[in-house]
């Protein structure tokens, strides 16, 4: 394996073991699993058989399939729960019965899975929505396209103090994601559950912040305390919140739905199913790769539709919609 993707990893791992030793967090165990499955794939270098060729042609044939000099080691990036799941547990055999090999690399965070696909050390990424990733895109220059929606997980609201909304009291701590779109995403289910009467202007107006929301009585008016925290601590914040809105992902990490059932979940029109949708996602240039084609044809096949079914029972749901 190239030695900047074994530093990921590594990297990887130390955010996931600093997550176990503040917190004892069970889900930070499990990010420190990387699962490998067989040789990381070759160096492509394309050669041009012909020095006459065209600028283009030079393009075209330096974006051609791995395939095609026999490398059939697909590695994708992936956060633990559900997606490394997905990918291991089923994936793995429907790429296997078309000659493939499956590689999947485990992050705890949002971050490297997509500077590591941006850098060429992965083939694909799966676990994030489309407003994610056009914010990375924008945010850190980056070149990166969706090209398949595999699933949905419902965003949820969480409590380990209380049992429904209405036991919520007024001046409640409620934690939201603090990045941008999960950020909105939560604040969008507060509304959308009654807690709060708008959104005011978060998610639109960069100069209305969650402490602008936490003091606006007319979207806020139970003055319910707005607190940002990172995706992925969420979980461990909750006994020190009131209530929280948790990505689906961390919230099965954490065994939330066992343990402290969502006191309510999100709901989806056409508009937010698009929204909402986790996508496989590759770097430009690399759409219409061999690779790419497996992993679509895999992912959205009915052996995976049924796993997702059977095994999370509507804590994920497919969402096989193309790439818009």
Known sequence: MKKSLISSILLSSVLAFSALTGCGSAAAEQTQTTTETAEAPAESAESTENADST????????????????DKTITVGATPVPHAEI??????????????????????????????LEEGELDANYFQ????MNQQNQDAGLHLTA????????????????????????????????????????????????LLASNGGFGTDDNYTEDSLTNDKEANPHGYVITPLEAASLPLSLPDLDAATINGNY????????????????????????????????????????KTKALIKALQSEKVQNYIDETYKGAVITSFIDAE
């Open 55 to 70: 600028e283009s042609t030079e393009s075209s044939e330096a974006a051609a399939p791995a395939a095609e000099d026999g």
């Open 147 to 194: 090209v398949a929606g595999i699933h949905i997980e419902p965003m949820g609201i969480y409590s380990q103090k209380y049992k429904s909304l209405e036991e919520l009291p007024d001046g409640a701590s409620i934690g939201i994601p603090n990045d941008p779109d999960n950020g909105a995403r939560g604040v969008d289910l507060l509304v959308q559950k009654g």
């Open 251 to 290: 919230a099965l990490e954490a065994n939330l739905p066992a343990t402290f059932p969502a006191l309510d979940i999100e709901e989806f029109d056409a508009e937010t199913t698009v929204k909402r949708t986790n996508f496989l996602v590759v770097k430009q240039g690399n759409e219409e790769s061999e």
């Open 87 to 116: 990918l291991d547990n089923i994936v793995k055999e429907v790429l296997a019965e078309d000659g493939w090999e499956l590689e999947t690399v485990v992050f705890s965070d949002y971050v490297l899975p997509n500077t590591s």
């Open 129 to 132: 929505t489309l407003g994610y």
